[in-house]
Every structure is written in structure tokens, then in C-alpha cells.
DNA sequence: TTGAAAGCGCTAACAC
DNA sequence: GTGTTAGCGCTTTCAA
């Protein structure tokens, strides 16, 4: 038994094929006989008919798809902002080709124009860096888009980020009503907005707070958001003997790797260092001690770029109203009070 | 300036679009003379022309898309096995349509109506139950299935799992070896293959240990693969008061609430208790004790699956080649001997 | 080896 | 309101 088609349902029912496809398509449905819907409806439940969206994309330019591009699924940041994304998209009848890059450039490239070459109607990136050629041409061409968790320097583009120099400096005023005074900062890639954000709020909230004597001592960068980085970054920030008591890491892959060296060194935590994440992702509550870090709203992000991309491909317009959603800390064993000397 | 069409490619070229298309079409392009297809290659690259999947799709009937459904992204088993499928599917020129369950079977149906909609050549299914009333009718409606991670009792399915049994074993002996005799387990749903072989296989080597008596009290049945499944059944094992010094987790997230109940009853682990869970998700090796636990290659498990889907779909066979994938013993700080009393 | 022509399943003008 | 007709971009017979 073959697929039924169109013109099944519309035999069946003794219209037209056009009269068929009109009252199956909601939006043209009011142009046809009442009673004529219900017969070709009828007909249609009866065949178990389903229209063919390649077919249907072929007249209407419309794949019904869109792009998310990321660095790497099996970063624990995405799986849920995924999720945020892909739920709002299969109940608009959309759904999502996700691509990974693992942050190479020239394999966003590729994954791109994959991504092209399937007609997706918009493109969700995760992936931005603050100067993006890929992205300027994109929206030259007016490829719908929305960036999520990052932003980039060039204005116009749609984004759903959180409030990070907010979560940093909640995570700087936790430290320093615990105590802290000299407080380290693991900066993240200066390429990203994230990472620069929270740098800044760093050097911003230690001026609020009076504490910004030798500043750049304490401030080490990281090349990317990686446990390794973050071990690295660490063991750089001990060797410097800037007397810090306290972390504030870029984010938590970052805080992760500053787990390690303390396991190494047998450091305890908060004790000899507290630490401070960034992101809330999952399982990081289950270390020990679980980590003290900004939560922040992965699947509304996911879901909110998703509405927005939405609205973008429907309207066709190119508004670029950007969301900024809060931030949220949550304080667990990492942090405490310093060590008396 | 519009996206290039084979026509634009043809007219530059000086041929038919048939022409171009042969030209272009690896499969055909035999037939047409070299030089010719130098030239169309080409135009095409000068062009920048891809060609448009939807209409080859409506044309050939195939979409170059294929269905994945698992149970929750979010779920840190997932996200590794999708990269695997995804990797392998790329390489193919394929791309994978990702939904989610939650495990609900209605959600499924819906969702599996949505990818055979959407046109997917097959399907990989991470959410099989033993019993599978939708595979056996899409298997007899010929589309292409891979299972992964789990098996069914119907015979003739592909999948591609891990040696569950061999993994159980390793943990007993383990266990046994450090001097563990009265050993629980908390086993994972019985309506799926996992659950039911990892118990079967807990059940087998404790008698070739010897040490099945009092068996039947030292097991736990946990109604889902969850933290919280596995937190209230070890409260229950703990209430029945059965001595045991040791658990075998179904998985890895009910090892995670044994965690939590050791925890909040200020437990000591292994000293109090050892754990050995099963495979090895991301993030496990971080907790505080690293659990020991048996590790699957999740990723291969994917990348196969995804292999298999594709010589299925390209051969049009229902040859059922399933594999099963070795697994390997990670221990880490949740084991240890028994207290001596 | 290449061109002509038909058509995949559907939708959108346009006419009735 | 509904039918007619054309065509989306591509592949694939069939002829030449």
C-alpha cells in the first residue's frame, strides 16, 4: 500500500487536488465550503494522509527546518538550551538540523553551507566570536539569525544571551561578604562576548568593592573554555603566589579544571581556595564540593532564540530585538570564608 | 543575486540541465564525456551552485534525512551517541533529525509520525522497549530501523549494544575481589533490555561467586533509568537492613542517587558503602569519591548505528547485523574493600 | 554522448 | 467556492 497523496485525498473526497490542499492548509481553509473541508478532512483522516513537506518546500521555498550551530553537543552548556530550542520548533511544525564545529572555523564553514544547501529558513549559531565574518555575510544575503548565549560586536543582530557582568558581580559580592579580598579572575577567550563580559564586570565589580589593588596579578586568560585551559590557568594563577583566596572562574569548565589541580595538589575547597563557576550546568552540583556557580536559564535561552527566530522567518522583517535574561547564584560547598592565617 | 539553479550551471556550461545533472551526480557521471564534465564542474564551482535536496528529494524519493529518537537530550548518555550518529551521517551527506520522548509512548507515536512526515530514510531509536508494538509495524512497513544501547525480543532488528552482561560481571568480580560477599544491586527497568540483562547477568555471577544466598532481598527493582529512581531504591535497600556492602548500580544515574542518599545520611563511600555504576557518563569521574563504573564507547555506539542505518538504507536489505560493543571496568574511588566489623 | 520531455507532489495564479 | 493550469528544481526515461 503505497503513500497516499494529495490527489488520493482529493479522489476520495471528488474535489480538485487545489480544493483538497486548500482545506488541508489551515491558512487558505476559509476560502473553501465548510462542508467541503469537512468531506476532504474526512477523507484525508480516512487515507492517513500526510502531506509531503519536499514537495511542499519545492513550491513554497520553505523547508520547514532551521539550522543550530554549535561547538559541540557533548558540551553540557547545550543539550538543554537544545532542547529549549528544538521544543519550541517541533510545536511550530519546525524542526532542527544541528550542526557541531569544535570551534574550527573553517569547519563552521562547511557545516554552513550544509546547512545552506538544505534551505533552512534561519540559522540559530552558539558559536559566535566577537568579530564574525560568516555572520556579516549571512545577514547581508538577509538569512534570518539569532545568536544564543553569545553576542558580536557588529549591531543588528538578533541575540538571547543572559546577564553575565550581573553574574559575576554575584558571584564578587558573594566572595567578598565571605571575606575575600583578593579575588582571581580565569578570564575566557577575549573573542567571545562572554568571555569579555565577564572580565569586565570583573575588573568593574573589584573597583565597587575596593578591591582592585594589584589587579592584574590575579587575572590569568584562557585560551578557551576547557577544563584543560582551566587546570592551566590555575596552576598559573598558584605559581604567581598572589596570595588570592578566592576564584571567580569564566565559566564552569573553567572551575573544573581548577578542581583538578586542587585534587593534585591535595588543596581543599573552599578551604585553601573558593571557587566560582559560571552556567549551572548539569552534574556540576554533584561534585565535592558541588560548585558554587551562576545559574542561568539554558533552555529559555534556547526557547526564546527559537520564538524569536521564528518571528523573524514569518515576519521576514530583520528586527534585531535581543533578549537578556537573568542570572541566578547558587551557592553550594565551593565557597566559604578564607582561611584565617 | 538569486541562489544558482542547475539551468544557470547548464547555460554557462553550454549543456542541458539533463546534462549538468549527470555531469554533477557522481553515480552518473560516467556517462558523460570528460571533458564535458570538466566543463560543467566548472561552472558549477564558478557558480557556487549546490543543488537544492528538495527537489532531488521529490524526484528520487529520498530526503537525506534520518530520524534519531532518544529519550531526553539532556540526558548525558545521549548527547556523545548522537555525536557519533551525527559524524558519520555528515560524512554521508546525510543529516539527522533529533527528537526527544521523555520516555512518554504517546509523545513517541507523535513524534515518530513527525519524522515519517518529514520524508527520513530510517530511524535510530535509543528508546526501545522490550516490547515494541511501533517497531514491529515500522519493520513491516520497511523502514529502516537501528536500535541503539538496547535490544527487543522481536527477532530481526538491528542494534547496536554493549555487552551489559560483561559489564555486570566485571563490576561483581571486581567487588568480590576486594572482598565484598553480600553485594546488592538496584536494577534498572525490566521492560527494557539493559535493565533486564544487567539483572540477569548480577543474578548469574553472583552464583558463579558464590554468594547467592539471600539474593532475592539484596536486589532492588527501580521503575526508571533516574537519580531519583535510583535514590529511593537505595533508601529501600538500606531500610531492608540486608548487610551488604556493596551496590551494582543498573546505571550511572541511579548510582547518582545512591550519592545523594549517602550524602544526606552522612555516609561514607566506599568506607560505608562501595558503588559501581555503568557507563561511564560524562562528569562521573569528577564526583567526590570518582565513581567506579563500567564504560560503554558511546560515541561508537552512535558512529555504528549510524553506519548500519546507512548500508540498510543503501543496500534496501532488512539484513539484520546487529553488534555488540566491548565494555571496559573504570575504577575510581567508590569502591573499596568492606569496613571490617 | 547528449538533448528533449515528462513528471515527482504540491501550491498559487487565474479563470469560471 | 472550485476547477484549470502552470511550474517549483531536479532526475530520468527515451530518442537522436
Redesign the pocket.
Known sequence: MP?P???DVADLA??????A?????PA?RS???E???TRVAKAAAQLG?T??PI??G????RSGSVGVVIPDLTNALFPPMVRGIDDVLSAAGYCALIVNTDNDSEREQTQIGFLRGRQVEGIIFGTARLDSPFLERLVAEAVPIVLINRRVETPGITSVTVNDADGVLLGLHHLAELGHRRIAHLAGPQWTSTGKTRLRAYQQGLRDLGLEQGNSELIVMCDAFTEIQGAAGFETLLERNTGCTAVVAGNDLLALGCYDVMQRRDMDCPEAMSIVGFNDMPIVDKLRPGLTTIRIPQYDVGAEAAQLLLEKIRSGTSSAKSVMLDVELVVRGSTGPPATR
Not at 471528488?14 to 480544493?19: D, F, Q
Not at 490542499?21 to 492548509?25: D, F, G, K
Request: no cysteine; charged share 20%.
Open positions: 503513500v497523496r494529495l490527489r471528488g474535489v480538485h487536488t487545489a480544493t490542499s486548500r482545506a488541508l492548509n487558505t476560502l473553501v465550503n462542508r467541503t473541508v494522509y502531506p509531503n514537495a511542499r519545492l513550491k513554497t521555498n
